[in-house]
């Protein structure tokens, strides 16, 4: 596996790992127990759902904010919180 950038800075630990969960769990902000952070080598993925694309980026933004030097990328997805309002036709 080559690197794309010679100047990349290692990957997070696993202390930086914890802090983060501990963040999402414990941050009276963000509050998100459903989030789950696993190390890749070139950084963190968040992984897990949501109720809305603001509550995303406010997760986002909080976890940049703390830790501004650690690359994060974000797998979270966000659910459906209320019933369709009509039936999805499928062709």
């Known amino acids: 596996m ?8 290692a990957a997070p630990d696993e202390y930086v790992e914890a802090e983060i969960q501990r963040l999402l769990a414990e941050d009276p902000s963000v509050a998100e127990q459903g989030i789950t952070v696993v190390r890749r080598e070139r950084g963190l993925v968040l992984y897990g759902e949501v109720e809305s694309p603001h509550r995303r ?7 940049a904010e703390r830790f501004p030097d650690v690359p994060v990328m974000s797998d979270i997805g966000v659910i459906r919180a209320q019933a369709p309002s009509q039936a999805e036709e499928l062709p």
């Open 2 to 9: 080559t690197q794309q950038h010679g100047g990349d800075a």
């Open 57 to 63: 980026e406010e997760i986002l933004r909080r976890v």
